[in-house]
């Protein structure tokens, strides 16, 4: 059974960064979509940034720049660089790996997540 596991959470001050790590375990594929989402106290999940079955990259607006979303050199790894976090982005990240299942036709998208990793951001 494929695992996603994340690391690299914890504390930071307003205005460092972070850098968080996402590796699958436990599958024989290759995710054909990888990406991170964050999800805040008492707000829905949301994207972040993530890669596209394309190999194109997708970037939320409030990034800004700031993000930075990269592969790693092993399969089915990706890495997420967080610069000058904010004290708002207080947030549970989370690795998501995609995988397109029976004909193009009729494809089916199957999602898979880590557990995530908390990042606190400090004033």
């Known amino acids: 059974q494929v695992q996603l596991v994340e690391s690299g959470g914890g504390l930071v001050q307003s205005g460092g960064s972070l850098r968080l790590s996402c590796a699958a375990s436990g599958g024989r594929f290759r995710f054909d979509a990888m990406g991170w989402y964050r999800q805040a106290p008492g707000k829905p999940r949301e994207l972040v940034a993530g890669?596209?079955?394309?190999?194109?990259?997708n970037y939320a607006d409030f990034v800004k720049g700031r993000f930075i979303i990269s592969r790693g050199n092993i399969q089915n790894t990706v890495d997420l660089k967080i610069n000058r976090l904010k004290p708002e982005e207080k947030a549970d990240y989370y690795c998501?790996?995609?995988?397109?299942?029976?004909?193009?036709?009729?494809?089916?998208?199957?999602?898979?997540w880590g557990k995530g990793t908390r990042d606190t951001v400090s004033s």
């Open positions: 890669f596209t079955s394309g190999g194109s990259i």
């Open positions: 998501n790996g995609q995988r397109g299942l029976g004909p193009v036709e009729r494809i089916e998208i199957r999602d898979y």
